[in-house]
C-alpha cells in the first residue's frame, strides 16, 4: 500500500503563490514511485473532492481542470518519492483542503479517483 503525506499548505493573499508537497513512502517495503500516477485534488467547504492535476510515471502526461489550467503546476521527482503542486494567481474560490492521490492507471484519468489518498493540507486565500 502506498502512504501519502502532504505539506505546504497555509494562508495567502489573493494573487499570491504557494507550493504544495506530497512524500510518497510504501506502507511496507520501499516504493517505487515511478509505478503510480499521481494526483492531486481539492475538496471546499460544503463541495465534492474534485479534480485538480495529475501527472503520469514519466511527466509526459499532464492533465488539469479547467480552473487551474495556467495557474497551477504538477511536476513529480520519482528519485525522492516527491511529488509538488505550484499554484499562482491564487483566488479566494481555491481555498480548500488539497488532497494528494496515487493510482496505477498509465494515463491520468480526471474522472476518477486515485485508490490511494493522504489525509490533506489546507490551503485558504483571502481576499
Known amino acids: 500500500q502506498v502512504r501519502l503525506v502532504e505539506s505546504g499548505g497555509g494562508l495567502v493573499e489573493a494573487g499570491g503563490s504557494l507550493g504544495l508537497s506530497c512524500a510518497a513512502s510504501a506502507t511496507s517495503g520501499i516504493l517505487n514511485m515511478g509505478l503510480w500516477t499521481m494526483h492531486w485534488w481539492r475538496q471546499a467547504p460544503g463541495k465534492e473532492r474534485e479534480?485538480?492535476?495529475?501527472?503520469?510515471?514519466?511527466?509526459?502526461?499532464?492533465e488539469y481542470s479547467d480552473s487551474v489550467k495556467g495557474r497551477f503546476t504538477i511536476s513529480r521527482d520519482n528519485t525522492w518519492n516527491k511529488l509538488y503542486l505550484q499554484m499562482t494567481n491564487l483566488t479566494p474560490e481555491d481555498t480548500a483542503i488539497y488532497y494528494c492521490g496515487a493510482d496505477r492507471r498509465s494515463i491520468p484519468d480526471p474522472t476518477k479517483s486515485p485508490q490511494y489518498w493522504g489525509r490533506g493540507t489546507q490551503v485558504t486565500v483571502s481576499s
Open positions: 479534480f485538480v492535476a495529475a501527472i503520469n510515471w514519466n511527466s509526459n502526461k499532464i
